[in-house]
């Protein structure tokens, strides 16, 4: 385990990156009823942005990356490019049932059978599709994953277990 | 509003290029062939009236595949006009000319079922990404998906 | 299939992928218009051939994420009219009720969007904000915000108590208030007006000869409304009225589209206090007889026809769906030539697409036969800007 981050400069940083995230959007072929609820994140009745969190468009900008919906076949080269310009450390939420399983459409033709597949998880957020509380729910557990993260000095801490899933309770420090 | 067409006068009208019967209390369903359907179309059209495509529908049933042009009009009874394909060769002329929105409805099922339009303007993908290979037609009955082709996604990853 | 699902595709505020313009701009005029939908091709209309009526709903209601209920009550009424069944009247009245309910918080949405592609962010936020209550009834009475999952072959599956009807009445005045002002708002602010009227004109031939339906097809004067048309559900006993317009631009949409809105608080209003009493389901058999149907519904976007063939067994042989959005799409092809730059997200919004964002506009410059990527981000920025200038002179 490297050692624990302790330069002010990179305390600053991490302090930054936790109190006013970045994130960027991918839809890989949802029904869309995900991205609606995640747009309901943003207006009057739930205002993510009163957390600092910011909901911006270019991969290069962002902390980030929610994927929605389950990846098409055609979408998979195009979410794994996009996973790749976003600069580390880069997190990755993939929302819903499809996210997790490819939900009501597994097994489908068209259809590849998770995000995982395609590029690493961090956080999964359950609901067909998940209430937009949930989904602020699952961001604030995004950043809790960020400072441990960023107290551990990266994420090797989070040992991977045998179904591939990087898995904490939200807490720092459990893994499963 | 215009009043719903009568089967004996859609039987009449068309009886050069099909049958006709009811099957709903707005529907008519005309039995074409490849050969009249598209002179039956023009005919609609003219003389029934039916100057909106509603959609075309297409059906594999195990044994032949079918198509069924959906028109209406300002009368709103719906004319369904089927016809049969042979499963080694279907081709049918296209109606995008007569029907511009038939342009669309027949790309697609020219992806999903490999049924030939000749004469459309522009007939490529629409539905199946572009790593699908050619002559594989999803939507046939006897279609499944083969484990070592590669249909699309991220290549070496399991499907 | 078409599993043009839904989806606010392009125009959404917060979505930047996956959307590709090729605009080759002679001078800044388009020419031509491309479509790919596999971005968002499931295989749906396959797998429905392998479930049967209770497990291929689901399903079906995730075709779309805003007109799940369409999908799923099209399906449903098609397969109960195969088996000639005759649903109870409690029954026909909440599917009604809901189905409006889905009609309102879709255009509300639509509403916020296009106001959001012309700049106007402050009707965004309202709208999405008012439609937080027809989201909180409809949670109410399914249990869920969207995919509510009420339908089964045979009726509904959960019935409204009391005290659910009474507090949807209790929010429809509000609403109705609310919807009175959007409707003020855009017959007199400036930075509407001038954004959407003369934008993405389609006369009524045009409108006729390219199969354009729904409230696209009803801003140019074309009388087509599936629910006084054909009518299901309980259309024929609730008293409400066709919402048409002359102008065919992107200004008599939203007119329609309001005017929509007033009469679904109508109709829902009617069938909450006049909801029958009786059983919500009757008992279906496990298979349909062999049989064809085209089933046909007016979703909030146009009409939806799903075409059903069944062949004895307890699973359909073929669903075929054609969704409105692609019914539209021609139109917006001629919508969008000789359309400048800026005004592609307006054009494109108006037509409220459920569709992922993956059309291609390809315009050759004639003159040195060069091509240039846009994004959608950077047309919405110029449409902005036009706002700006324009709201300064």
């Known amino acids: ?176 | ?159 | 299939m078409a599993n043009v699902i839904v989806p606010i595709g392009p125009h959404h505020p917060a979505l930047k992928e996956p959307v590709n313009f090729r605009i080759v701009a002679d001078g800044e005029r388009i020419v031509r218009l491309e479509l790919d939908l596999s971005y968002n091709h499931r295989g749906i209309e396959k797998a429905a051939e392998q479930r049967d009526f209770i497990r291929v709903l689901p399903l079906l209601e995730r075709v779309c994420g805003i007109c799940s209920h369409s999908h799923s009550t099209v399906f449903v009424k098609g397969i109960e009219e195969i088996m000639e069944l005759e649903i109870p009247p409690r029954a026909r009245f909440i599917r009604t009720i809901i189905a409006e309910l889905e009609r309102m918080h879709s255009h509300l949405l639509w509403l916020g969007v296009a106001a959001h592609e012309v700049g106007f962010n402050t009707l965004f936020m309202w709208t999405w904000r008012d439609r937080e209550a027809v989201q909180d009834t409809l949670e109410e009475m399914s249990g869920n915000r969207v995919h509510y999952g009420m339908n089964e072959v045979g009726g509904i599956r959960r019935d409204l108590t009391p005290s659910e009807v009474n507090a949807a009445l209790a929010r429809l005045p509000h609403l109705e208030e609310r919807i009175r002002e959007y409707a003020k708002m855009v017959n007199d602010q400036e930075t509407l007006l001038i954004r959407f009227k003369g934008v993405g004109k389609l006369s009524r031939d045009e409108a006729l000869a390219y199969g354009a339906v729904g409230p696209t097809a009803r801003a140019s004067g074309v009388d087509y409304d599936i629910r006084r048309d054909d009518p299901y559900l309980a259309y024929t006993v609730v008293p409400w009225n066709v919402v048409t317009d002359t102008s065919g631009d992107v200004y008599g949409r939203t007119r329609v589209r309001i005017g929509e809105l007033q009469e679904s608080i109508k109709i829902v209003r009617h069938c909450l206090e006049n909801l029958p009493e009786g059983p919500i389901r009757v008992n279906a058999p496990k298979t349909a007889p062999k049989g064809e149907i085209l089933s046909r519904y007016e979703a909030p976007r146009g009409e939806l026809a799903h075409f059903i063939r069944t062949n004895g067994t307890d699973k359909v042989e073929r669903v075929d769906i054609r969704t409105p959005t692609l019914a539209n799409w021609t139109s917006v092809a001629l919508c969008l030539v000789n359309q400048n730059l800026a005004d592609i997200p307006v054009i494109v919004a108006a037509i409220d697409p459920c569709l992922s964002c993956t059309s291609r506009i390809t315009v050759v410059n004639p003159k040195d036969r060069t091509t240039g990527i846009v994004t959608f981000d950077e047309l919405r920025k110029q449409s902005h800007l036009r706002a700006s200038m324009q709201e300064r002179r």
Not at chain 2, 34 to 51: F, G, H, M, Q, S
């Open chain 1, 1 to 176: 385990m490297a050692a624990p981050v302790s330069s002010l400069s990179q305390r600053l940083v991490n302090w930054a990156r936790q109190r006013s995230p970045w994130i960027t959007l991918f839809n890989s072929g949802a029904c869309n009823a995900c991205d609606i609820e995640i747009i309901a994140c943003l207006m009057p009745r739930f205002d993510i942005e009163r957390f600092g969190i910011l909901v911006k468009g270019s991969p290069r900008h962002a902390d980030i990356l929610i994927v929605t919906g389950h990846v098409t076949l055609k979408q998979a080269s195009r979410l794994r490019r996009v996973w790749e310009q976003i600069p580390e450390p880069k997190y990755v939420i993939a929302m819903g049932a499809c996210g997790a399983s490819a939900g009501a459409f597994h097994g489908l033709y068209h259809v590849m059978d998770t995000v995982e597949q395609v590029i690493p998880v961090d956080i999964y957020v359950a609901g067909c599709p998940p209430r937009p509380d949930e989904i602020i729910n699952g961001v604030v557990a995004c950043l809790n994953l960020m400072s441990a993260d960023a107290a551990h000095g990266g994420k090797e801490w989070r040992q991977k277990t045998s179904a591939g899933i990087p898995h904490t309770d939200g807490a720092p420090g459990v893994t499963r």
């Open chain 2, 1 to 159: 509003m215009k009043p719903l067409l009568t089967l004996d006068f859609v039987a009449e009208t068309m009886k050069e290029w099909g049958t006709a019967e009811q099957v709903r209390h707005n529907r008519i369903r005309i039995t074409a062939t490849p050969e009249t359907v598209r002179t039956a179309i023009i005919n609609a059209r003219e003389l029934l009236e039916c100057d909106r495509l509603i959609t075309i529908s297409a059906v594999d049933n195990g044994k032949t595949l079918e198509l069924v042009y959906h028109l209406t009009g300002p009368h709103r009874s719906v004319i369904s006009i089927a016809i049969e394909l042979p499963r080694d060769k279907p081709e049918v002329p296209t109606m995008s000319d007569i029907l511009p929105p038939a342009g669309i409805y027949e790309r697609q099922i020219h992806d999903l079922l490999g049924i030939v339009f000749p004469g459309h303007p522009d007939l490529k993908r629409i539905m199946l990404n572009e790593d699908w290979p050619l002559e594989e037609y999803p939507l046939r009955k006897d279609w499944k998906k083969d484990p070592g082709t590669f249909y699309g996604g991220i290549p070496g990853e399991r499907i």
